[in-house]
Structure formats: structure tokens, C-alpha cells
């Protein structure tokens, strides 16, 4: 079992930056892919950021430019800088780790960003 656990969520006026974190901790043999989910309000949940093993990154186009993913495998840590924030980036930021032996999820950190 893996255990996930994000920090780094808030308040944040438009224009700003956050930095959300997120650690995974347990049977983390064989993680290869770590990223970040964002579900807003009435909205399904949507890719924002992934990165895998090897560095190759994908990002949603909305937050090209503005998001930056990267990670610590030594740690088993993934960061997501975030800039350049816009209100429509307002959501619950969910942690995502696969690894050979499933996909687990942390319990999700919300961000708000006011206009």
C-alpha cells in the first residue's frame, strides 16, 4: 500500500503563485508515474500535470507556461509551481502515483484563486 499526502493549497489573489507538494510513503517500489489531478466545482476531474520516471512531462493547455511539475525520486516527491494563477484555476488539487502495483490517490488540497 502506498500512502499519498499533498500540502501547499490556499488563498491566493489572481496573478499569484502556490507551490503544492505531495509525498508518497509505504510499498513506493516501482513507482513510475506522478502528477497532479484538479476537479472544480461541478466539474469532472481533469489532468493538470503528470511526470514520469524518466522526466518527460505532459501538461493540460491551459497551464502551459504557468505550471511547472517536476519531482524527487530519491524522495518519492512531486512538486507543481504554480504562476501566473487565474480564478478558473480554482479546485480541489488531487496527488496521483502509479506504479506497478496500482494507482493511488491523496485526499486532495483545494486552491483558491480570487478575482
Known amino acids: 500500500q502506498v500512502q499519498v499526502v499533498e500540502s501547499g493549497g490556499g488563498l491566493v489573489q489572481a496573478g499569484g503563485s502556490l507551490r503544492l507538494s505531495c509525498a508518497a510513503s509505504?510499498?513506493?517500489?516501482?513507482?513510475?508515474?506522478m502528477g497532479w489531478y484538479r476537479q472544480a466545482p461541478g466539474k469532472q476531474r481533469e489532468l493538470a500535470a503528470l511526470?514520469?520516471?524518466?522526466?518527460?512531462?505532459t501538461y493540460e493547455d491551459s497551464v502551459k507556461g504557468r505550471f511547472t511539475i517536476s519531482r524527487d525520486n530519491a524522495k518519492n516527491t512531486v512538486y507543481l509551481q504554480m504562476k501566473s494563477l487565474r480564478p478558473e484555476d480554482t479546485a480541489v488539487y488531487y496527488c496521483?502515483?502509479?506504479?506497478?502495483?496500482?494507482?493511488?490517490w491523496g485526499q486532495g488540497t483545494q486552491v483558491t484563486v480570487s478575482s
Open positions: 511526470i514520469r520516471d524518466s522526466g518527460t512531462t
Open positions: 509505504g510499498d513506493t517500489f516501482g513507482i513510475n508515474l
Open positions: 496521483y502515483v502509479g506504479s506497478q502495483r496500482g494507482v493511488y
